[in-house]
């Protein structure tokens, strides 16, 4: 039986082998054949080599994260008494964004989502829980496939016993699932990509590389953006003409609300899925959950009596320390937080990618001052205990060099568990945040598993 080893330990493994090598590793994933979508869409954006992960540690966190899911949907039964007005005040949503949330919401939203985490060197760190069918990356596991198809690296691959999930046929599957009340026509379900008014233009070529990913899994899918879509008499929803048995939702509802006409663009989408007619996929309600702050709630000692010993293990394994900043909040968690700057970040709690983010380490003690009256002021922000994430080093076959670099791990999950994961790497020099949105020098790679 083989030995578990460390991912650094396999890290370091791949790149003696590409620097002892005749190059073929080296250039496997330059070697790598990729459809045409995705090719156009992440090429230039793709890491030399793929990241690694074990494979135990991995299933451990995806059953944290299936607990601390279950946590979230249970806030405000547990914390409000099952007011979701009084729970959504406290994690600093305003009345006519929870009404949108609210809209064609069973009351338990879709376990599907995708977990951020740090590894640092010990356990992974959760950084955010992104909820809801807009969090992208569905199609990153055809960077593991091409990469398998360069006899180089399936060699290694058949050496080291790695192993992979292949996102978009896990999602294939919540589709057809979800839509199979529905179906209008064939044993298959059509169904539209859609985004909010305005979306196509700059995230067209990412929509593209998931419906090629989803066209290898058999399924039809249209893409379109929500003013696209007409209802016909019977409520059924249509694309260009075309019936659409379920919406996979691109669109969040801060788009909606900073459209003047979004909420009632969308409201044709509501009475669907209502009326059973075309699924929405996933319905606006997973954003209730998805806020920073509601992250918050969980490792806040004000709250800790409503938690068992086992679910307040579960947050203190998985959460860094955080908590919200609000101008009604108690004056002495400012000023821990000026004393504690080069441990803190400051997040938008329903930001992303990155965007308008204070670092506390990289910001002067004027600065930092400034950021936090700024959070205050602004409301709805989070500080956020730093999470250290463990380097790994990358062999860069263009210059021949290695240099550490850092991941942003991200973990899909559904309704049957875990579903695979990609990440987002940064050079360990190239500053805190890890994000496309925010750092251009990001870099998108797949994951696989080892013993």
Same mark, same amino acid.
């Given at each position: 039986?083989?030995?578990?080893?460390?991912?650094?330990?396999?890290?370091?493994?791949?790149?003696?082998?590409?620097?002892?090598?005749?190059?073929?590793?080296?250039?496997?994933?330059?070697?790598?054949?990729?459809?045409?979508?995705?090719?156009?869409?992440?090429?230039?954006?793709?890491?030399?080599?793929?990241?690694?992960?074990?494979?135990?540690?991995?299933?451990?966190?995806?059953?944290?994260?299936? %607990? =601390?899911?279950?946590? &979230? @949907?249970? #806030?405000?039964? /547990?914390?409000?008494? !099952?007011?979701?007005?009084?729970?959504?005040?406290?994690? %600093? =949503?305003?009345?006519? &964004? @929870?009404? #949108?949330?609210? /809209?064609?919401?069973? !009351?338990?939203?879709?376990?599907?989502?995708?977990?951020?985490?740090?590894?640092?060197?010990?356990?992974?760190?959760?950084?955010?829980?992104?909820? !809801?069918?807009?969090v992208g990356g569905l199609d990153m596991d055809v960077f593991n496939q091409g990469l398998l198809g360069v006899p180089e690296f399936a060699g290694f691959a058949r050496e080291h016993g790695l192993g992979h999930v292949d996102i978009a046929a896990r999602m294939a599957g919540v589709l057809r699932d979800r839509a199979r009340p529905v179906l209008s026509g064939s044993s298959e379900p059509v169904?539209?990509?859609?985004?909010?008014?305005?979306?196509?233009?700059?995230?067209?070529?990412?929509?593209?590389?998931?419906?090629?990913?989803?066209?290898?899994?058999?399924?039809?899918?249209?893409?379109?953006?929500?003013?696209?879509?007409?209802?016909?008499?019977?409520?059924?929803?249509?694309?260009?003409?075309?019936?659409?048995?379920?919406?996979?939702?691109?669109?969040?509802?801060?788009?909606?609300?900073?459209?003047?006409?979004?909420?009632?663009?969308?409201?044709?989408?509501?009475?669907?899925?209502?009326?059973?007619?075309?699924?929405?996929?996933?319905?606006?309600?997973?954003?209730?959950?998805?806020?920073?702050?509601?992250?918050?709630?969980?490792?806040?000692?004000?709250?800790?009596?409503?938690?068992?010993?086992?679910?307040?293990?579960?947050?203190?394994?998985?959460?860094?320390?955080?908590?919200?900043?609000?101008?009604?909040?108690?004056?002495?968690?400012?000023?821990?937080?000026?004393?504690?700057?080069?441990?803190?970040?400051?997040?938008?709690?329903?930001?992303?990618?990155?965007?308008?983010?204070?670092?506390?380490?990289?910001?002067?003690?004027?600065?930092?001052?400034?950021?936090?009256?700024?959070?205050?002021?602004?409301?709805?922000?989070?500080?956020?205990?730093?999470?250290?994430?463990?380097?790994?080093?990358?062999?860069?076959?263009?210059?021949?060099?290695?240099?550490?670099?850092?991941?942003?791990?991200?973990?899909?999950?559904?309704?049957?568990?875990?579903?695979?994961?990609?990440?987002?790497?940064?050079r360990a020099d190239g500053g805190a945040i890890v994000g496309m949105s925010s750092n251009p020098d990001t870099r998108m790679v797949g994951v696989f598993t080892h013993a």
């Amino acid at each position: 039986m083989k030995r578990a080893i460390q991912m650094t330990e396999l890290s370091r493994i791949y790149v003696d082998e590409c620097l002892r090598g005749d190059g073929g590793l080296a250039a496997a994933v330059a070697r790598a054949e990729l459809p045409p979508a995705f090719e156009k869409a992440w090429r230039t954006h793709l890491l030399p080599r793929p990241w690694f992960v074990r494979a135990s540690e991995t299933a451990a966190f995806a059953r944290d994260l299936e %607990g =601390l899911f279950d946590l &979230l @949907v249970s #806030l405000p039964e /547990r914390l409000f008494d !099952g007011d979701v007005e009084r729970y959504a005040a406290e994690i %600093g =949503l305003g009345p006519a &964004l @929870v009404a #949108l949330l609210r /809209r064609a919401g069973s !009351g338990v939203p879709a376990k599907f989502g995708r977990a951020d985490a740090y590894h640092d060197g010990t356990a992974y760190k959760l950084l955010e829980f992104n909820l !809801g069918s807009e969090v992208g990356g569905l199609d990153m596991d055809v960077f593991n496939q091409g990469l398998l198809g360069v006899p180089e690296f399936a060699g290694f691959a058949r050496e080291h016993g790695l192993g992979h999930v292949d996102i978009a046929a896990r999602m294939a599957g919540v589709l057809r699932d979800r839509a199979r009340p529905v179906l209008s026509g064939s044993s298959e379900p059509v169904i539209g990509l859609i985004e909010g008014r305005g979306g196509v233009g700059p995230y067209g070529r990412l929509m593209r590389a998931t419906q090629e990913a989803m066209a290898e899994q058999g399924l039809d899918l249209r893409i379109g953006e929500i003013g696209d879509v007409r209802a016909r008499a019977d409520g059924k929803l249509t694309l260009d003409g075309t019936p659409l048995d379920l919406v996979l939702r691109n669109f969040a509802a801060s788009q909606l609300l900073d459209d003047p006409e979004g909420p009632a663009v969308a409201e044709p989408f509501f009475r669907a899925h209502e009326a059973g007619r075309t699924v929405l996929f996933t319905s606006l309600e997973s954003g209730l959950y998805s806020n920073k702050s509601a992250l918050a709630l969980l490792s806040d000692p004000r709250w800790s009596s409503a938690f068992d010993a086992d679910e307040r293990a579960l947050a203190d394994r998985v959460l860094p320390w955080s908590r919200t900043l609000r101008a009604s909040g108690p004056a002495e968690l400012i000023d821990l937080c000026r004393e504690r700057r080069e441990r803190l970040i400051l997040k938008p709690g329903a930001g992303y990618g990155g965007l308008d983010t204070f670092v506390g380490w990289e910001c002067t003690d004027a600065d930092w001052h400034k950021a936090l009256e700024l959070a205050v002021q602004r409301g709805g922000y989070v500080a956020q205990e730093r999470v250290v994430p463990h380097p790994e080093p990358v062999y860069d076959p263009a210059t021949g060099t290695v240099d550490d670099w850092i991941a942003a791990l991200g973990f899909f999950l559904t309704d049957d568990g875990y579903a695979g994961a990609h990440a987002r790497v940064n050079r360990a020099d190239g500053g805190a945040i890890v994000g496309m949105s925010s750092n251009p020098d990001t870099r998108m790679v797949g994951v696989f598993t080892h013993a």
